[in-house]
């Protein structure tokens, strides 16, 4: 029966059935050629663009686009661009002393055509086709050198000897060399350190400029970043657990997220979304105390329950300023398109965490008492609106912070912490409310002293005349 239903349907409506065959035929065939066709080869650039999805956004040329000196070939040749584009030559031979031989030596190395392939390797597809081998290695000797400059010359101790800028460039060329898109590969700032000898000092001085920018207030006291030039030295790893920098940005991003020593995540460990608490001001109610963390890396948040009622989040500082948010948010995009940063993604985690903390000016005046927050932007209100405004559709690493996470909304649920947070919105806020409490448990207890030493308390030789007198004279 069936079968003869089928061949009905097809006897009355003929031009469906071919329709759809030729329909499975055609799609069939576009299949065929999707398997079929040669797979591109996968990119190897380790100096992305930034993400499409970032693009969209309003402020995308604000803290995105560099404002004063264009670094590598992305934003090369901008018309805004072109008075610090000028200073480069000049700041160049200033670096190396007017030593002319040490400039060729440094072209001769740079565009050697094992090298210039790979730096170009390092940008992504077709970003440097516009430029010849001898126009890119000059770009790269130019720009190597500025940052050189920038370091020693205008960042350092010699502030006095750069001409050419003022301070509101300097600012401004500052944040341009922590942008995604400005940057050039770490490699040839070694090439033209090496070539002026004292590689280790100038490793100091890029570590201290790294410093200044880490975001966090205060700093222990570590040992520098070594960096080999081979290119086996590159892919090892180091004593302090990081790799050969890609560039600046990297190195950057290196420093803030750099591994501490704490137990890996069990494997049996339940792992939960349900995060409940809201703010710092409501964990500051059930007894959670903030403190700045002593390890200074995004990449570790501890939690330490003490007493009866309270406990401890340590966290790392973090100063907050005019150059905060285009470095956080250049940050993010490191780790959208990174696929090294794009695994742990501390940065992305710990803003969503603040973000989480930081809802009112009050949730920023909690941390900035505790010493975790420095606020030099302005007000409580506008760092609660930066963090706000960036955390926006962030998506942080479910795995981050995870132990610290579920100690505090264990802490969070537990019936002292509700006890803790009912006495100080019913009494400790209201002071008067406080007092009457105050009186009401002193008088308690003098009651209860009272109560103790009529039933418990020693009899005394005035007790003993009343019962003589009761039983004498039947009183």
């Known amino acids: 029966m069936p079968q003869n239903r089928n061949m009905f349907m097809q006897d009355e409506n003929p031009q469906f059935t071919e329709l759809s065959i030729g329909d499975q035929l055609d799609d069939a065939s576009i299949i065929d050629s999707i398997v079929n066709a040669p797979r ?6 380790r100096i992305h663009t930034v993400p499409s999805l970032v693009k969209e956004t309003e402020d995308y040329e604000k803290y995105f686009v560099p404002n004063q000196v264009s ?3 992305k934003y090369f040749g901008h018309p805004k661009l072109k008075l610090v584009e000028k200073l480069k030559p000049s700041f160049t031979m200033k670096l190396l002393l007017d030593d002319k031989e040490v400039l060729e030596r440094l072209f001769k190395k740079l565009g050697q055509a094992e090298m210039v392939k790979e730096l170009r390797n390092f940008y992504e597809e ?8 001898k126009e890119f290695t000059k770009m790269m000797v130019l720009d190597g050198c500025f940052i050189l400059y920038y370091i020693q010359f205008i960042f350092g101790e010699k502030f006095e000897k750069c001409r050419g800028l003022n301070s509101y460039q300097i600012a401004f060329v500052h944040q341009d060399l922590f942008l995604l898109e400005n940057q050039i590969p ?3 700032l070694d090439e033209v350190m090496s070539l002026m000898n004292k590689t280790a000092d100038w490793h100091k001085k890029i570590k201290l400029f790294i410093d200044e920018n880490i975001l966090v207030r205060r700093r222990p006291k570590t040992r520098c970043f070594c960096f080999g030039n081979d290119q086996s030295s590159r892919e090892e790893k180091r004593d302090n657990g990081n790799i050969y920098p890609d560039h600046l940005l990297h190195l ?3 420093s803030l997220t750099k591994k501490p020593n704490v137990p890996k995540v069990n494997s049996n460990q339940t792992i939960s979304n349900r995060y409940t608490f809201r703010n710092a001001s409501e964990l500051k109610d059930v007894g959670i105390i903030f403190k700045p963390s002593g390890m200074m890396t995004l990449a570790h948040i501890g939690f330490q329950c003490w007493w009866f009622f309270a406990a401890t989040v340590k966290l790392p500082p973090i100063t907050v300023d005019d150059s905060t948010k285009p470095l956080l948010l250049n940050l993010i995009a490191y780790e959208m398109c990174s696929p090294d940063a794009a695994h742990d993604s501390w940065v992305t985690s710990y803003i969503c965490l603040l973000d989480s903390l930081i809802d009112h000016p009050d949730d920023v005046k909690a941390l900035r008492t505790a010493g975790v927050l420095e606020n030099s932007l ?4 506008e760092v609660a609106e930066l963090f706000n405004e960036i955390g926006t559709d962030l998506v942080p690493n479910y795995l981050a912070y995870l132990d610290a996470k579920n100690s ?3 802490h969070y649920e537990d019936w002292r912490g509700t006890v803790i947070s009912q006495l100080k919105h019913e009494y400790v806020k209201s002071p008067w409310a406080f007092f009457a409490l105050l009186g009401a448990i002193m008088a308690l207890f003098l009651s209860g002293v009272q109560v103790y030493y009529t039933v418990w308390g020693p009899k005394s030789q005035c007790d003993e005349l009343c019962q003589l007198l009761k039983n004498n004279h039947h009183l």
Request: negative net charge; contains cysteine.
């Open 40 to 45: 591109p080869h996968p990119s190897t650039a």
């Open 378 to 381: 302005g007000s409580d209100q």
């Open 408 to 410: 505090i909304q264990e």
């Open 71 to 73: 670094i590598g070939p």
């Open 252 to 254: 950057l991003h290196q």
């Open 126 to 133: 077709r970003l440097t086709d516009q430029f010849c081998d």
């Open 186 to 188: 770490f490699k040839v």
